[in-house]
DNA sequence: CAAATTACTTGCAGTCTACAAATTATTTAC
DNA sequence: GTAAATAATTTGTAGACTGCAAGTAATTTG
């Protein structure tokens, strides 16, 4: 099938743009390092950074602004004082529960107009997509 | 359905991976240019500027940079000096076609692990998905 | 033809990124 | 048990990406 390169980037441009649209007041970055965190308990920083794809430094100057904006706390760790263990504040779960929300609420819409069996079968299949193609 | 929330955040990451490491010497919003360019029949700033998403102003500095790079062209359109005419130029096209075959491959390489059946009902429903999702 | 509009560029300022080097804490080796 | 190696995180620096406001040049409108 060639079809696939147009499928890849319209999708992917599709997917972009709810994640943008969805967040009001932070980036796409942000927002994917808050569900991440969302996803694990207490995690240190390395292990965000490295789920995130991110270089830790970069992590680590956003982890400072999320502290800053009240969406993320950082703990010392105390059976390894070099690391910090991370979560998100009453605020910044809320803020994962709207962003959620909204991007469910976008493709839920783009689902309605399908028939069961239909939406069924996309939503199978992009389980499965998502499964193979995690970890690239 | 609820899982559709992990589903959707890790086949985005997974999508932007690929897409990513599929870039060698550009970023992904250039190649994303080159890929809209190359959609279009020279198309001016404007159209392609919308196509990506992208404010104007950031558009017409990467256009300048892409330029640079000789991935494309500026032709001044005769019937309207205002205008500016893009093309890839040889090279550029060269990119997109190779940054297109990489993604392709990676694609194809995760999808081969499944039957036939399951592998067209997995392209169709990407293709149903991206039609509905187009436009938000 | 003067005023408004359009297509594009440039000034600026803020954010995002990652490499190199620094800091602090822990582990390893002698 | 301490010096050297390693590990987790931060900071310096510098370049890329972003978009708003303001600018320039060409076209359209009244």
Known sequence: MDKIIPIFHS?????????KSSCDVISIVQSSILYEI???NKPSMQTVAEAA??????FSRQIGTLEKKGLVSRTPYEG???IYLLSLTGQGNDMVVAINGTIAAKM????ASMNDFERETVLRSMHVLEERLRGN
């Open 11 to 19: 999708l992917s441009k599709s997917m972009n743009g709810i994640h």
């Open 38 to 40: 969302s996803l694990m």
């Open 53 to 58: 794809g991110m270089d830790i430094t970069t």
């Open 80 to 82: 390894d004082r070099r």
């Open 108 to 111: 839920e819409n783009a689902l």
